[in-house]
């Protein structure tokens, strides 16, 4: 029998999905026995120059499959004090994430989409929706800037620095500004599926009266061998690494009503959080995690550079992100028959469901981590 998880009917419902997902926060920090507690966002981060920071806490550890963290909820829920699963959270997401600047970008440029089937229809040909804009510092080890947006479903090849002036405003750095400035262009994509869900912490001594929010992820992953997702003989496929990433990222706080709100109490209690998350698992997967320093997101570029495609293969197919919500190629031909244009819809699929890869689906994944 299927287990009851009740977020999956608002799968294509963000509106619902995000309600209801506080919802059922609320439920379980009313559950640990306190009254009159608010959530809070994670706040900006103030630097010592005074300067207002978007900051992404988030740590995540790679392994080499998705069956390496069978049961990894109820181990986490085992070997850390105060932590507490959120019951009913969870919820499964698929997605297809192209890297839009090169290794020598400053920062991280991607675009992301959602990825659905319509109504009635097989369910192994998924259409991307919601492109989302963001940008990223790079690395994964430490606390880094992000800032994102969602780009209008008629306008998708639009500049994105007006929604993000209009976003960020006064907290956008000039950086970041100057870089959301340079042309995107397409570097490699990655196919995701996603088993998400959350967690509560507790700790008295560390966090004083917070509780703070934790939403966890386990990512199944595969990476596209071409930028375009053609064939590479180098991979003898389209698809060139398949891994798994299990995500800790901090969403927010619960504090009393009448809580002072304390910059540095906040932040200090994000970063324990996210420490105590990290030291279990690396008793449990110590031995079996790929040691990695790049995100995602730099881990396209790098196998797309390992599969040996230069920057100039790159700019000379100027590929943009917006190509792919269309099914067929409005100007691109396949090499050995000019008569044919490229199905870009098709390409993406062979990221989720190309046979002697193909990411598990959303309840499975759910069934193995639980």
């Known amino acids: 029998m299927q287990p009851y998880r009740p977020l999956f009917k608002h799968i294509r419902n963000h509106t619902a999905l995000f309600s209801d997902m506080s919802r059922y926060r609320n439920n379980a920090v009313q559950a640990l026995g306190v009254t009159g507690y608010e959530f809070h966002k994670t706040p900006k981060f103030i630097t010592e120059d005074g300067q207002r920071l978007t900051i992404e806490p ?193 969403e927010g706080y619960y504090a009393p009503r009448d809580w002072q709100f304390d910059h540095d109490a906040v932040w200090a209690a994000i970063n324990h959080t996210l420490n105590a998350v990290n030291a279990p698992l690396i008793d449990l997967y110590g031995n079996t995690l790929i040691p990695l320093t790049e995100s995602k997101t730099e881990r396209i570029l790098s196998t797309i550079t390992a599969m040996g495609v230069t920057n100039d293969e790159i700019e000379a197919m100027d590929l943009q992100p917006w190509e792919f919500m269309l099914t067929e190629s409005e100007h691109r031909v396949k090499t050995h028959d000019p008569s044919r244009s490229v199905n870009f819809l098709g390409r993406l699929n062979r990221l989720f469901y190309q046979p002697d890869r193909q990411l598990p689906s959303l309840n499975w994944m759910h069934d193995l981590i639980s």
């Open 58 to 250: 988030e740590r995540s550890i790679v392994l080499p499959r998705v069956t390496d963290l069978k049961g990894v909820k109820a181990k986490l829920a085992e070997s850390i004090d105060g932590f507490s699963l959120v019951t009913h959270s969870e919820i499964g997401y698929r997605y297809p994430t192209a890297a839009l600047a090169g290794a020598d970008a400053p920062f991280i440029k991607r675009m992301r989409s959602e990825y659905f089937h319509r109504v009635d229809e097989d369910r192994s040909i998924c259409r991307p929706v919601n492109l989302s804009y963001g940008i990223k510092s790079r690395g994964k080890a430490d606390n880094r800037q992000e800032y994102e947006v969602w780009m209008p479903d008629e306008a998708p090849e639009q500049s994105p620095l007006p929604l993000m002036i209009e976003r960020y405003g006064e907290d956008l750095p000039n950086d970041v500004r100057h870089f959301i400035e340079q042309p995107a262009r397409v570097h490699g994509w990655m196919g995701v599926k996603r088993a998400a869900f959350e967690a509560l912490y507790r700790n008295k001594a560390e966090c004083g009266d917070l509780i703070i929010a934790v939403a966890m992820s386990v990512d199944a992953y595969n990476i596209g061998a071409r930028p375009d997702l053609s064939y590479a003989p180098e991979a003898e496929s389209s698809i060139a690494v398949s891994n798994a990433e299990l995500e800790w990222e901090i």
